[in-house]
């Protein structure tokens, strides 16, 4: 079912760092997996995607892991900046066209 | 990906009225389309799926009377909270995905801006 917290995770991080957000996903059988940016009063920005068939997907400075041993996602954030501030939500499907099924989120914070 | 918009991007209206949000897909035909709803500080919880030319298919709990939708269009889908609530407050978002063949592919689902409803 869909995930729905009381109160978002944080991760506090200086402009700089690599930042780590992880996410335990729910179906065992989920084949397709995104990680999304929403910033304070929008809707949520595509970042990148990874299919169960892969472990590890690079774009510009992120790094999307999925480890299926455990059900296991992260995101990894090179070089963290400001403008990286956020809430970071996974979402998984079976693919195929099949509904998202997001993750409760995590509030990333940097500090200059 | 592709690029969606909503209109309006926020709305305050009176305990009672109905209140239209639309979704428009502005550089892809899009066959689907996603109505969100998303609580402060919570997660996106999926409301519906709506197909071109045929009727939504709504989530569990979703009360397909109260939230109409329509999807009359390839680029655009309508969502109308009937008789809103101040319950019914929240934060709106569309999403569109593609279809077999499309330059987007059928999992991947692009967000518009998001509608705030506040109903008093």
């Known amino acids: 079912g869909e995930s729905v917290g009381l109160h978002l995770p944080t991760l506090s991080v200086q402009e700089g760092d690599n930042s780590i957000i992880n996410c335990a996903y729910s179906?065992?059988?989920?084949?397709?997996f995104i990680w999304y940016k929403q910033e304070s009063g929008k809707g949520p920005q595509f970042i990148i995607d990874?299919?169960?068939?892969?472990d590890k997907r690079q774009g510009q400075r992120v790094t999307v892991l999925l480890n299926k041993t455990v059900k296991h996602l992260s995101l990894q954030i090179a070089a963290t900046q400001p403008g990286d501030s956020a809430v970071y939500f996974c979402?998984?499907?079976?693919?195929?066209?099949?509904?998202?099924?997001f993750g409760q989120g995590t509030e990333l914070s940097v500090k200059p | 990906g592709a690029v969606v918009s909503q209109h309006p991007s926020w709305v305050i209206c009176k305990s009672g009225t109905s209140v239209k949000i639309e979704c428009r897909s502005l550089?892809?035909?899009?066959?689907?389309m996603f109505w969100y709803r998303q609580f402060p500080k919570q997660s996106l919880m999926l409301m519906a799926t709506?197909?071109?030319?045929?009727?939504?298919?709504?989530e569990q709990g979703v009360e397909k009377d109260k939230f109409l939708i329509n999807h009359a269009s390839l680029t655009l889908s309508t969502l109308t909270v009937t008789s809103a609530h101040p319950e019914d407050s929240s934060f709106y978002i569309c999403?569109?995905?593609?279809?077999?063949?499309?330059?987007?592919?059928?999992?991947?689902?692009?967000f518009g801006p998001g509608t705030r409803l506040t109903v008093l």
């Open positions: 999403s569109v995905t593609g279809t077999s063949g499309d330059r987007i592919s059928t999992d991947t689902q692009y």
């Open positions: 179906n065992s059988a989920s084949d397709y």
């Open positions: 990874i299919r169960s068939n892969m």
């Open positions: 979402a998984e499907s079976l693919g195929q066209g099949g509904k998202l099924i």
């Open positions: 550089d892809f035909q899009a066959t689907t």
């Open positions: 709506s197909n071109e030319g045929s009727k939504a298919t709504y």
